[in-house]
């Protein structure tokens, strides 16, 4: 049998996506899932050897604490949900990277959050859009937005 994968992109604000997607491959039968979990870091580029760096020197230890933020909420919100999982950090342009992992693991389908709410969200979608509707526009493969669950972004 085959092991597919599906691409979910994470960050610290919604730890609890990557369980959330894990849910739902569960309850359409996903036993042969493993979930890809992406954290895309917006302040770095990746350089031709493939390392990470960031544009900006005096943002270098704020972004590599809070990619560790965001692999802390990973590990405990993924703790017990009965899927292999992996997590994985890519640089730039979040939409570009989900899809690029996802074409690297041949990804059934990437599994987005729903956009920000409040001022931040509302300029992040009317300057460059949503991750979301840039994916939904761009992908070969089926995208899912889980909503939120209520809290504020």
Known sequence: MTVRSVVVGVDHKHPDL???AASLVQSLGGSLIELVCVWVDETAVSDSRGFTVSVDPDIAVSSDAYGADVLAGLNRAMADVGLPWSALRGAGDPAAELGRVADEVEAAMIVVGARRSGLRGWT??????TVAGRLI??????VVVLP??????
């Open 124 to 129: 992040t979608n009317i300057v460059g859009g």
């Open 18 to 20: 990557a369980r959330r």
């Open 148 to 153: 939120g669950t209520g809290s504020t972004s």
């Open 137 to 142: 526009h761009n992908q070969p493969r089926p």
